[in-house]
């Protein structure tokens, strides 16, 4: 058997999710946090930190939506009326774990915030004394952060990820299946498009094709698709652009969105002749893609159970400076995933953080040399009890097609 | 002639843009703003303020991306190397209106952005004594504002809109032409939506189908496609459903996305017969739509300069309240649309702002009856001059079609 096989769909006609009970478990655990942290309430806005605790994904507008867990342990969502329904619907409130409250339009969303951390705390006369830690999450906007600090002005606040990123961090079987098959769905977009016409196409239309292939592989949201070709390669976070691409130089695809909630994030560079095998890759390119295959597949391997984030990095590192490459290479090898494309553990210098069983992150290193060309190729791995577990399926080699 | 005649598309083949000089004035506004309001600086992570004041939208990360408005003046575009590219190709950069900094991977930009407010300040040594308060904008995530705050421990932040509101609550020209051809893009993806096959489809597919027309009528994004059918109608934030789609019932479609930045957003209540003749609309129906249509006409003739955005919120609910339906209407008259879908001004009750020439909102009563069915009408206004300039083309009478 020769080359590369394109990857095969074990994709589930319906995107499985996670069981109502979990959302139980998770707020018990995070209410046990606000206790352990001495805290007077958890206060968690629209975004991943509410997906965890909640089930309930929504978009963030000016209307607060805001789920409080006060030290008194019992959790409030309070939601505008308007968004009623489908508050009502999400697990957290569904499997009982969460009382929905709602607020009228002429009323103030911040008042009602208030009010419920104080009277959180009044339930609880021993935590009266500590009602002025509050935590918010992560993705709240300022404009409600900034008026939530005027309403409880003795109170200091601290990121919720105090309490939330030691749960958020490790991923359970359920997290691990939708992160799985959201990376699969990813590698047989980046199969197809690869196989697929290219040159004379712009970055952008290729783009779209990209988007449109992750949802007919069963995400519910595109979220990014680079497309980098021939100088732009060379530009790791590169938009799409007009620019038309042409026989003879490679293309980074580096392509994610969200499947049953959980993120992917896959890339992989290609390099297209038009057919011309007067075009393929010169030997410049194919020198370090060799090293940067290399740097990947070692920094890969050296996950484990109790190794530094820094460490992984390093391993990645090493290998591309030793090649001349090291200033090429100016980003960190990898970033958790999870709920959020790019989340705890960050996989870079000064991150001493020991990797745990269970924790989700990418390893890509890339090189990039500026005005020429670039590559990168990034896996999803999960740190696993005997090393590392790679979500991807699809090929490594620098693949090297007519597009 | 009888009946609505299907709307003209007058799309441009290339989206219109902002001049690339206007994000200087815009600039030297902001930066008189923050003179006159006395703060040592004017902090705008990613969000709308960013792409208003530097014509730069990219997505909200983790790594900070902040320009720096200090009372000196001269405005600082603080970006991660990585989005070097994009930020350098944005408006402001290129119209040398903003510098542009980047910041390593392992380096602290909140560190980086404290310093530029301390040095923007020290630069003028009169403003030493104001360097204590400083803005942030609205969509900046708490984990960034905290830190900063951290990083500046004398400093009071209050919100950017503080200056910004202002700039960006009316709207000149060219924005209002992008709006326009937002507003009519939307107009002919809800025509042409209403005008196919629905009944037997789910929910999920027809807004699949909405969203895939807003990009092909030249929207860059489609945001929501709200579609509730049959009860869902009377839920006003309903999620596009797996519900299939019968006749016999109404189909509230509320549709919205961005046109070179700028939002569209609009609905229309289509009844589906399935061809079905003894299959129309009901009585009850017909009389609150009635109701409905000429309290949406009420208050949209009512706009014009000096009237308080209360009163329009007003002219609405008394006409319904008329009708025995105030409890069935429970939100706001209209919101603010430009670069956001929602922004002021918000044409709510407590609002006694007056509305200016160039104000652009939407006008949407809608009538809700729980568990049963309900409709609304929004179209996108301008305040003129003389009175109000709708934005929408589409006709405002019940559509009833085969579906």
């Known amino acids: 058997m020769t080359g590369p096989v394109a990857p095969v769909s074990f994709a589930p006609a319906v995107r499985p999710r996670i069981p109502v009970g979990r959302f139980g478990d998770r707020l018990a655990c995070a209410e046990a946090g606000v206790a352990a942290a001495g805290m007077g309430a958890l206060l968690v806005g629209v975004g991943p ?4 605790l909640a089930g309930y994904e929504a978009m963030p507008l000016e209307r607060l939506t805001m789920l409080v867990i006060a030290a008194s342990g019992r959790a409030t969502l ?93 991923k359970d079987a359920d997290e691990i299946q939708l992160l799985r098959l959201a990376a699969q769905a990813a590698d047989r977009v980046i199969w197809e498009v690869a196989h697929g016409r290219l040159v004379g196409r712009t970055e952008a239309d290729v783009a779209r094709e990209v988007c449109d292939r992750l949802i007919a592989e069963g995400h519910e949201r595109a979220d990014f698709a680079i497309v980098g070709s021939g100088p732009n390669s060379a530009s790791p976070h590169h938009e799409a652009s007009e620019r038309v691409i042409k026989a003879g130089e490679p293309i980074v695809l580096d392509i994610g969105g969200a499947y049953g909630g959980y993120a992917s994030d896959t890339t992989r560079t290609i390099w297209v002749t038009g057919g011309d095998a007067t075009r393929g890759p010169d030997d410049e390119f194919l020198r370090f893609y060799a090293v940067l295959r290399a740097a990947q597949a070692e920094a890969t391997h050296a996950v484990r159970p109790g190794i530094a984030c820094e460490r992984i990095d390093l391993v990645a590192r090493e290998l591309i400076s030793a090649s001349g490459h090291g200033a090429h290479f100016f980003h960190r090898t990898g ?43 990034e896996d999803i791995v999960i740190c696993g ?4 577990i790679v979500l991807n399926g699809l090929d490594r080699d620098l693949l090297v097609v007519t597009g």
Request: glycine share 10%.
């Open 49 to 52: 930190d509410l997906a965890y």
């Open 78 to 170: 309070l939601a505008p009326r308007l968004e009623a329904a489908p508050a009502r619907a999400c697990p957290g409130v569904v499997g009982g774990h969460i009382d929905l409250e709602t607020w009228e339009e002429t009323e103030d969303p911040v008042d009602r915030v208030a009010g419920l951390v104080r009277h959180g705390n009044l339930a609880r006369p021993t935590h009266l004394a500590i009602a002025d830690r509050v935590a918010v999450s992560d993705h709240l906007w300022a404009r409600h952060l900034l008026r939530l600090q005027a309403a409880l002005p003795g109170a200091s606040f601290l990121s919720a990820s105090v309490v939330l990123r030691d749960l958020r961090i490790v």
């Open 335 to 377: 970033h958790g995933i999870g709920l959020e494309v790019h989340e705890e553990p960050y996989l870079v210098a000064g991150n001493p953080e020991p990797l745990r069983p269970g924790m989700a992150f990418s390893v890509e290193p890339g090189i990039y040399l500026a005005g020429r060309y670039g590559a990168r190729i």
């Open 385 to 388: 009890d005997d090393g590392p």
